[in-house]
């Protein structure tokens, strides 16, 4: 009956749309507190990381939405936190990494089954598929707890460079699971730590041995508790708890109405969990293997090998999106006024070449490769489909107001914040 009256309080044409139904408890997995306890200690600590200097935290941050606030972030060999993050002159980094960090909010529920920028690691009636092959999937209780082996083996991300640590080492020469493994000597440190061994039994009773697998399931848990969002006064509004402005209501009706924006930004949390070529102007080195050509990103292709799927790349959900700039996969807008816009009319903006970019100073980097090669960016643009639609002001105005209206307070400063302190005694970035 709210979410009947929430549609009446709409103006004629608003009322006959169809919105999603709010969300509910069913629609998320259940955490255990020990878990999501332990799991915020080792999310904060940087022991994780090769050289003990990075940690999950620094490069999703709730200050930045859960990211990093930069387009393109640096991982090891960068100093710092968020848009003031440097290059360490000791060490700098080998390159950006190659795709801007996605924010962390309800990954705790069902709905989502796929993650990354391509969907590289998905759920599916199987199990979880990896391009990493079966084994490296096996003893993740869930996909997000999966996708944590990602960065901490990844030389630009969190493993250290290649030959200045054991992780590192062990990556480079391809011993990730088993004794000795990259994962092994993380999962060592880890209970080394008296602190850190008395929270797993707590979190983990019954288990004999402390793996890296319990590691990415506390901070999954932890994630999933810490960062779940639907709170929004949209979410008021669809349980019929609250209402929305005015100039909300109008963006919301060009969404969800004349824009067509739900087509793709569908379902309670504003996404399809599915791939398009929406024309994003790409930037860095993008993503490809080191012997391979280190600009062009064709997305969603390098999973699957189907050129329908090149420079598609997976819907992002748009909750608490006003403050998980910069936007776009590889982070090419810093202002959500002009990326809205664009990604309306995306073969004009191509055009037009943006350079509105977050990107801290780094030697040697070749950041617009792709965007100063006409035929590059002619490809890129050619793989749109649809129609360019030029946006008034009134209407990015609007629609502005709607995005501002699924901002979550709740979820912006986490349920539990960052930690005083680590057991490892490292220090924590604030």
């Known amino acids: 009956m709210r979410f009947v009256i929430a549609l009446l309080a709409l103006t004629a044409p608003a009322a006959a749309m169809e919105f999603p139904a709010p969300v509910t408890d069913d629609g998320y997995r259940a955490t255990d507190p020990a878990v999501v306890e332990w799991g915020r200690l080792l999310f904060w600590d940087p022991i994780l990381s090769g050289n003990r200097n990075i940690s999950c935290g620094t490069c999703h941050h709730p200050r930045f939405g859960t990211g990093d606030g930069l387009s393109l972030g640096l991982g090891e060999g960068g100093v710092g936190l968020g848009p003031d993050r440097v290059v360490d002159p000791e060490n700098p980094p080998e390159q950006r990494i190659p795709r801007k960090s996605p924010a962390l909010f309800n990954l705790g529920a069902h709905e989502f089954t796929v993650l990354f920028h391509d969907g590289r690691i998905e759920e599916t009636p199987d199990g979880l ?5 079966p084994e490296m999937v096996e003893g993740f209780d869930t996909l997000l707890s999966a996708q944590t082996m990602f960065p901490v ?13 054991d992780v590192a080492k062990a990556v480079r020469q391809g011993l990730i699971t088993g004794e000795g493994g990259a994962w092994s000597i993380l999962a060592e440190r880890v209970a080394a730590i008296p602190a850190y061994d008395a929270m797993w039994r707590e979190a983990f009773p019954g288990d004999d041995r402390l793996d890296f697998t319990d590691i990415s399931d506390a901070i999954a848990q932890f994630v999933e508790h810490e960062w779940r969002s639907d709170t929004s006064p949209f979410d008021a509004w669809l349980r019929g708890e609250g209402t929305l402005p005015p100039e909300a209501l109008e963006g919301l009706e060009l969404f969800y109405g004349a824009l067509g924006c739900a087509s793709c930004h569908s379902g309670p949390f504003q996404t399809d969990h599915a791939f398009h070529a929406t024309g994003q102007p790409q930037l860095g080195p993008g993503k490809a293997e080191r012997f391979e050509d280190h600009a062009r990103d064709d997305g969603r292709f390098r999973v699957t090998g189907a050129e329908a799927d090149r420079y598609a790349f997976r819907t992002p959900s748009l909750r608490n999106v006003t403050r998980t700039g910069p936007w776009g996969h590889a982070g090419a807008y810093d202002d959500l006024r002009r990326f809205v816009r664009d990604h309306a009319a995306p073969r004009g903006a191509l055009s037009r070449a943006v350079r509105s970019a977050v990107l801290p100073e780094l ?9 100063n090669d006409p035929s590059q960016v002619t490809a890129i643009a050619a793989a749109v489909a649809g129609p360019d639609r030029v946006l008034s002001d009134a209407e990015v105005d609007a629609l502005i107001s709607f995005l501002e209206a699924l901002e979550d307070p709740v979820a912006l400063s986490g349920r539990l914040g960052a930690p005083a302190s680590v057991p490892s005694g490292l220090q924590i970035d604030r």
């Open 129 to 133: 598929r990896t391009p990493m092959g």
């Open 153 to 165: 083996l990844s030389a630009d991300e969190m493993a250290g460079h290649y030959g200045e640590n």
């Open 363 to 371: 030697e040697g980097a070749e950041d617009w490769t792709v965007l």
